[in-house]
Structure formats: C-alpha cells, structure tokens
C-alpha cells in the first residue's frame, strides 16, 4: 500500500442534515438508557508512537470531515439537527493517553473501557474518542475507542479504521486526500437565522420528493390496481410489525434496566464457528445467534426458569457497494427467537429462517420514512414512546465482519479487536467481530438485568461450544435439565 492514495469521502456522501433514523436516536438519548455509543478496543503489541498516532488521526480527520463536526440542532425542530464544523476542534481533547494503573490485566482495561462508555459526550464537539493506555501487564497497549452511532454504524466504522492501519509495521507514509484547514469556511453557518432558513430548504426539497414518489406509486395503481392493493397490504402488515408494541421483556429474569454497562468477551477459532455454520448449510450469523440463543436459555436453565423464546433487536445492513463510510445505513429488526430445538442444527435452520424472513420484510424500504413521521413527535413524547419499545427487547446481537489480515497502527502490531454494542434498552447486547482467525464475542451486559455476569459469561461460551462441537451435528437433542 505504500505510495497510495486513499480518496477522501465525498461531500456528497456526507449529507449536511442527519437523517430521520439517527435524528431520532439521538433525540430520545434523553433517557440515558438509550444511547447510541460504540465501544472499539484495539490490543497492541506495544505502545504506538506517539507524534506517528496523532499525525495520522489529524490526517484521517482532515479526509473524513465528519469527525471535525458536531452536532447542531435546528430551531423549533424545523428539520433534524445538522453536522457542523467544531471551529474549537483540539486533537489533545480527542486523543488521550494513560497508563492502566493498578489493574493492568485485560479485566481492568475491561472495566476502564465500560466506565468511558458510560460516560455521556460532550455534545458541542465531535462524538468520538480515542484513549490510549500502555503498560499492560504483558507489555502491551490498548486503544479505547469511543464513538457515537450518529457517526457511522459497524460496517461504516470498518470501512473508516481501513484509512488508519498499516499491512505492514514499517509501512511507508500513504497519502490521503484531504480536506484543507481553510475550506471549513465553505460549510454552511450555524447561527439560528441561517439554520431556520436552511432547514425550510431542506424539509421543502424533502416534501417534493416525498410528493414525487407518492406520484409514481399512484401511476403503479393505475397500471396494476391489483398489484397495488397487495403490496399495500403486505406493506402495511410488515410496518405493523415493525412498530409492533409488547408489554414487557419475554424473560422473567432479565427485567431490570440501568444505565450501567459491564463488558465481558470470549474468543474462538472464526474457522470453527463457520465450519458449524456449514453443517446446517447456513451463515456465519446463523452459528453466532444460534450460540447466543443456547447460551441464553443455558443462562435461565441454571436458575429454573425457561422461556420458550426471547424478543431480540438485530440490525439489518442495508449498505449497498457504492455506500460510504458515514452514517448509518442498516435497519431495525424486532422479533422472536426460539431458545430450544430438537438438535444444534435445527436450532440453526430455524434461525436462519426466521432471520431471512425479516431481511425479506417490506418495511425495511422504507423505515427511513417511518423515522421521518416518528421524528415529528415531540422529545418527550418520543423518548417515552422508545423507551417503552426498547426496554421490552430481552437481548441485542449484532454480527460485524471484521478485517482477515494482520494490521499495524503507528508502528504497533494490532494483536486483537473486541467491539461492544449499546444494549440501548436490552438486558445485554452481544456483538461478533472477527480479526484475522478469531471471532470474538463483546458482551455489554447490564447488571441490573444480569448481576451474576461471570455466570452468564460461562453460559454464553457453553452456547457457543455447543455449537462448534463436532457431535452437534447429529441429531441428538441438546436439550438441558
């Protein structure tokens, strides 16, 4: 890679105003049990350099100029709120390093990450943080990254870190192309009067296209009535399941919720887990969830209670090859996950079907338009609205394809990657990254819902071995108790 250029993104694809779904995830953080933090730790094999780590991120920064802005809301609400450039941005507040102190193992750089991730941004600054600790207990360093969902989603976030590392430790300077200090000046203003004045722009040109398409869809009805009244139909079912209210989680143990985190995470061969995929002629996430659906009902096993199903939140990615590094392109899911079958790998063929069938849900087009109506709502109204839907959900997962290569950052060799998902209303959100030959699982697990977490760690890797056993595939029910 030495010598080339990697193209900055475009401000095309960096649209000015956030859309309806992350104008939405960002107003209902009202409540802090809905926040939108990601959590990123990289492990090296040593400290990176210094001056090396800081001109790279001023660089980075400068080629993805969302990571200069903050975020501005407009006035009255008239539109969601805009990305504007931070005119007091400071590398040194975003940039930090510490030594791990008293704890130096990975369960202490565990609980350091989850207290940063707890800890709300400062809105008037760009949403994103690096801390960099070393001294180690084996000599080594780690990378806590913080950053907001607002920002980009996990796929985006891959995309984003490629511009960073390095396919070699020596690797030669590559050249970005950047945005000059001076054209921040070309960006709109974000004084009250300017933003009204542009948020009416904006709302306007987004009603003229909404009016555009209502047209087209009314010329698809005079073409083919019946083929309309169909789709109308399943269109209108599949939103209803989509915004389909519940009363309550599906759990009768995990029904308590704070805005405490407690991370956990376990490794395992990524060849093994895509082998055991391959018995049930599945996917990858097939096996991921199918583990997480084990590990859960192993979890209520040990304490007599065993629900037939619980309710999860996955997203659905929607990003198509020409998609950018920025923003959020992925979709909600809600649905129910069955907790037993009669073997392993049945237990992955009814996953994998029930998944399907939601990646196939009509509503998943047009969610964007959903959030837009949604966003009308006032703050309170919406955050209570969400924070009734959200808190019903039992458990999250997300699954996040990771790099296959050996990567290097400012010198240091990155030696493995652990990502931790908002439970963002869930007892627990449970997020598969792969790094080269490993897949590993990050568990943010809320106490309140989970106190014995270490029993519900031993749970979920028990799941998981069940799994990638080579006898789970034969047919013999995996049944406990």
Sequence with gaps: MAGA??????????????????????????????????????????????????????????????????????????????????????????????????????????????????????????????????????GGAAIIIKMHHAVTDGVGGIALMAQLFDL????????LAVRDAEDDDDYPSDDAASLMLESFAHETARGLGAARRFAGMLSGVVR?????????????????RLLAPARGPLSPLMTERSARYRFESFSLPLADLKMAARRAEGKLNDAFMTGVAI????????????????????????????????????????????LDADSV?????????????????????????IAAVLDRLPGTVLTDVF??????????????????????????????????????GAAVNLALLSYQDMATIGINIDPAAIPDTEVFLGCIRRGFDMVVSPQAGNGVAHKVG
């Design 295 to 338: 590990g859960l009902r192993l979890y209520h096993e040990v304490h007599g209670e065993t629900p037939d199903a619980l309710r999860v939140n996955m997203p659905i990615n929607l990003r198509t090859d020409s998609s950018g590094a920025g923003g959020n392109e992925w979709a909600p899911a809600r649905f129910i996950v069955p």
């Design 387 to 424: 924070t009734n839907m959200l808190t019903c959900l039992d458990f999250a997962a997300t699954n996040v394809p990771g790099v296959p290569v050996p990567l290097f950052l400012a010198g240091a060799r990155v030696d493995g990657m652990e990502t931790f998902a908002p439970p963002s």
């Design 168 to 175: 070699e430790p020596d690797a030669a300077p590559r050249v």
């Design 5 to 138: 250029t990697i193209p900055r993104m475009s401000d095309d694809t960096l649209p000015r105003h956030l859309s309806a779904s992350d104008s939405v995830a960002w107003r209902i953080e009202q409540n802090p049990l809905l926040r939108s933090t990601v959590t990123l730790i990289l492990f090296l094999d040593r400290a990176p350099a210094r001056p090396a780590l800081r001109a790279k991120l001023e660089e980075v920064t400068r080629g993805f100029p969302r990571l200069r802005q903050r975020v501005v809301s407009v006035p009255f609400h008239l539109s969601p709120p805009v990305w504007a450039v931070d005119p007091d941005f400071d590398m040194d507040y975003h940039l930090r390093w510490v030594r791990a102190g008293n704890d130096r193992t990975h369960r202490g750089l565990l609980d350091l990450a989850s207290t940063f991730a707890m800890q709300s941004f400062d809105r008037d600054r760009p949403l994103w943080e690096w801390t960099v600790v070393d001294d180690l207990e084996d």
């Design 224 to 240: 083919n009535p019946a083929g309309a009244a169909q789709g109308f139909v399943r269109g209108g079912a599949s939103t209803a």
């Design 345 to 369: 790998d049945d237990h992955m063929l009814r996953i994998h079907d029930i998944v399907a069938a939601q990646r196939a849900e009509p509503a998943l087009t047009f969610a964007g338009n």
